[in-house]
């Protein structure tokens, strides 16, 4: 039997962090033994809110690679590919356009947020230009042609994508009755539960908080990190008692990345015989040896830049053989001249 397929994209922003390796990238890692999976680099989707902070792009697109391929994404068994090396995605997207009513896009809850941001109505540090393009509101449209350009069965994403993905949906079924055919499936999320994954201060982990440790970061700077995280904020000295479960990032840490030092942790802990510098320093060594094998191989790799680009140019052709075939077929359904 055939597998069925998956696509997913992350959008170009340059360095991971330990909350995408833990949320996206362990899950796509596992999906791609049993599905067919193209992953990819959404660069055009970046240039909705980043046309003019364009200096990096090329950078970030292979610093995400270099995480994903690191952290185990397979390029043998999955398809990785750049965006905007199929352009066949950008042609769909315009014959997508043309049947997706506007309103469609201006309800989109994901895309109102988007707006708020860049008007500066909500906090974020990384909007460049306040300005909301005739690109961004087609962010969803654009979505859905990354998804049916390979007829995908589901979608891996987190639950803010989901009223994006709602849209693919009923844009797959317009096309197919309006063309009176039945080319596309409906794609179906395939939520993954991201627990929230803190950064240093407490805060969601996130590029633009400054509160992130990179899968790119040395021990060294991971550990600096670390020792500056806040703690049981109540608890001053180390003989007072503390409170694991008020100790939102080194607690909750241990929990992931030393699951069999917990008990220990509680018990010294609520009994003042553990300092919170000494908690963190060991914190920091099961941090990284966690992420140890992943940090050679990201440097391995980063060694031989020409090999990055191998992986990101093969896979773009391959993704282009089966994109071409659907094109094809959407360009036979509206009946254009060819
Ligand atoms: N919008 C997604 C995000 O911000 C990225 C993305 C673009 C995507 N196109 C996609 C995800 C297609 C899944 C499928 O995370
Ligand atoms: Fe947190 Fe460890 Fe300090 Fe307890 S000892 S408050 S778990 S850092």
Not at 279 to 284: I, M, Q
């Amino acid at each position: 039997m055939e597998k069925s397929l998956i696509v997913s994209g992350m959008r170009s922003t340059g360095q991971l962090h330990l909350g995408h390796y833990l949320g996206v990238l362990q899950n796509w890692v596992k999906l791609q033994n049993e599905f067919e999976c193209y992953y990819f680099v959404a660069d055009l989707h970046a240039l909705t809110t980043k046309f003019d902070k364009t200096e990096d792009l090329k950078q970030n697109v292979e610093d995400v690679v270099l995480d994903w391929v690191a952290s185990g994404i397979n390029p043998e068994i999955s398809t990785i590919y750049l965006q905007s090396l199929v352009p066949e995605t950008a042609e769909l997207h315009i014959y997508l356009s043309m049947i997706t009513p506007q309103n469609w896009v201006e309800r989109d809850p994901t895309l109102k947020d988007m707006v708020k941001i860049l008007r500066g109505d909500l906090q974020n540090e990384e909007k460049t230009s306040n300005i909301c393009s005739y690109g961004l509101l087609g962010y969803p449209v654009l979505m859905t042609a990354d998804i049916l350009t390979f007829n995908a069965d589901y979608v891996p994403v987190g639950s803010d994508q989901i009223a994006h993905l709602e849209i693919s949906r009923d844009i797959a079924r317009r096309f197919n009755n309006i063309y009176k055919v039945e080319l596309f499936k409906e794609p179906k999320p395939k939520l993954t539960q991201i627990p929230l994954f803190k950064g240093i201060d407490g805060q969601k982990m996130g590029k633009s908080f400054h509160n992130d440790i990179k899968i790119s970061d040395s021990e060294e700077e991971t550990s600096q990190k670390i020792m500056k995280a806040i703690t049981d904020r109540s608890r001053l000295r180390k003989n007072d008692v503390g409170h694991p479960n008020e100790c939102e990032v080194v607690f909750d840490y241990y929990k992931i990345f030393a699951p069999q030092k917990i008990d220990e942790v509680k018990y010294e802990c609520e009994n003042a015989k553990r300092g919170c510098a000494d908690c963190k320093r060991e914190l920091c060594k099961y941090v990284n040896e966690y992420f140890k094998e992943i940090r050679e191989n990201r440097k391995n790799l980063q060694a031989n830049p020409k090999l990055v680009r191998e992986i990101i140019l093969n896979g773009s052709q391959k993704a282009r053989i089966k994109a071409k075939e659907v094109l094809a077929q959407v360009k036979d359904a509206v009946k254009m001249y060819y």
